[in-house]
Structure formats: structure tokens, C-alpha cells
């Protein structure tokens, strides 16, 4: 199947620094990306929707100048966690879904995840 | 938002035994898909049962899907305990094709 790749796998950093998550499609191009928060032992909350080439669309309550998204190619899109705090810790996971495959009646291919550690 | 809810929550089982977890959502679909998570990882798509579909097998899965009662089950036989994970169904929903997760299922397999 296809490959996303998610970096870094896990970072810790100290509370108002920024982070910034990669998520990169290796073999395929994404026009969309999506990127996922998921608290320990709970279901993954989606937090926007990537577009290559325009803006993000943000799900409700979730802060868009914190959560900073970049699509500048068909294969990459950036997450920046502006200002950490330790109520942002948590694990962001990121997906993607072949261009080539059409827009929606076929799987996903997700990142290995991002652990976020704000101390 | 959660698409649904997944019961059980948690499931224990011996290596050997089926292992059954099913998912209700909300909304019409097109498909339903299924995915595992190993504990601290992305999701690895399983099976995808589309709506005009009422089983589907691949392997040692069987998914089952009832668009009446908005519900689905996945099967899981003869488990090991490589097994052991965290199920989610999803849905596709909005205009971007998002994949909405229900509440998944932690299943433990014990050897």
C-alpha cells in the first residue's frame, strides 16, 4: 500500500516554544491531507483538513493560529504547534488519500504518528 | 466529531478464540471502513464494505454491514495475539471526504 511518512515520531519541548510535525506522502500525490489529535486511549478527533495550494479548513473549537497548517506541495503538509503548552500534549496523526484513486470510496494511508510532549 | 460508538470498549480473548466488535454511526454513507492501531502508532486500513454490500471477508476478517440499523461488525477468527490492538470503524463525511472514527474497540488477545 502507500506510504505517509510522519516526522518526527515523538518530540518533547518546553511550554511556549513552537513545534512543527511533517507529514509527507511518499509515493503517491495528496491533494488533501488530514490531521488527527488523539488523547490516550481515545478514538481520533479530526482538527483540519489540509489543501494543497489554499487554506485549511479547521474543525470547530479548534484554533487556527495555534495550529498552524502548510500544504505547499502535493506531498507535504506541516503541522506547527505555535506556542506549546502542556495541555497540547498528545499524539497527532496525520492521513492522506491518493489523488489518483478519486475523492473518497477508498482508504486512507495514515503517518506512524507524532507523540508531543510539553514540558 | 465521534461518527458513532463502537462496544465493546475493551474485549479480552484467548488466542484461538473469535473476537466479534461492533460499530453503530450516524449518517449515510457510502462505505465503512475498518482500521487497527498498535498501541502508539498510525492506523492501518483493514477491509472497506461498501453500502450496497452486506459482508465482506478478507482473510481472517469478516465485516458485516447494516445500513438499516446503521451498524457494523467486525469478525475477527481464529485470533493470535499479535491481534492485539485498537479497532476503529470509520466513515467518510463533509465535502473534503474526512474519515470520521467511531470510539474503537481495545481487543487483547492472550496466548
Known amino acids: 500500500g502507500a506510504v505517509v511518512s510522519q516526522h518526527p515520531s515523538w518530540v518533547i519541548c518546553k511550554s511556549g516554544t513552537s513545534v512543527k510535525i511533517e507529514c509527507r506522502s511518499l509515493?503517491?500525490?495528496?491533494?488533501?491531507m488530514f490531521w488527527y489529535r488523539q488523547f490516550p486511549k481515545q478514538s481520533l478527533m479530526l482538527m483540519a483538513t489540509?489543501?494543497?495550494?489554499?487554506?485549511?479548513?479547521?474543525e470547530q473549537g479548534v484554533e487556527k493560529d495555534k495550529f498552524l497548517i502548510n500544504h505547499a506541495s502535493l506531498t507535504l503538509s506541516t503541522l506547527t504547534v505555535t506556542s506549546a503548552h502542556p495541555e497540547d500534549s498528545s499524539f497527532y496523526i496525520c492521513?492522506?488519500?491518493?489523488?489518483?484513486?478519486?475523492?473518497?470510496?477508498?482508504?486512507?494511508?495514515f503517518g506512524q504518528g507524532t507523540r508531543l510532549t510539553v514540558v | 466529531s465521534q461518527q458513532g460508538e463502537e462496544d465493546p470498549q475493551a474485549l479480552s480473548i484467548q488466542e484461538g478464540e473469535n473476537a466479534t466488535m461492533n460499530c453503530s454511526y450516524k449518517?449515510?454513507?457510502?462505505?465503512l471502513q475498518w482500521y487497527r492501531q498498535n498501541s502508539g502508532r498510525g492506523l492501518v486500513h483493514l477491509i472497506l464494505?461498501?453500502?450496497?454490500?452486506r459482508e465482506k471477508h478478507s482473510g481472517r476478517l469478516r465485516v458485516t454491514l447494516d445500513t438499516s440499523k446503521k451498524s457494523s461488525s467486525l469478525l475477527i477468527t481464529a485470533s493470535r495475539a499479535a491481534d492485539t490492538a485498537s479497532y476503529f470503524c470509520?466513515?467518510?463525511?463533509?465535502?473534503?471526504?474526512?474519515?470520521?472514527f467511531g470510539s474503537g474497540t481495545q481487543l487483547t488477545v492472550l496466548p
Open positions: 449518517t449515510s454513507i457510502n462505505n
Open positions: 509515493d503517491f500525490q495528496a491533494t488533501t
Open positions: 489540509s489543501n494543497e495550494g489554499s487554506k485549511a479548513t479547521y
Open positions: 492521513s492522506a488519500r491518493d489523488r489518483q484513486r478519486g475523492s473518497g470510496n477508498t482508504e486512507a494511508f
Open positions: 470509520a466513515t467518510l463525511s463533509g465535502s473534503a471526504r474526512q474519515l470520521t
Open positions: 464494505i461498501r453500502s450496497n454490500e
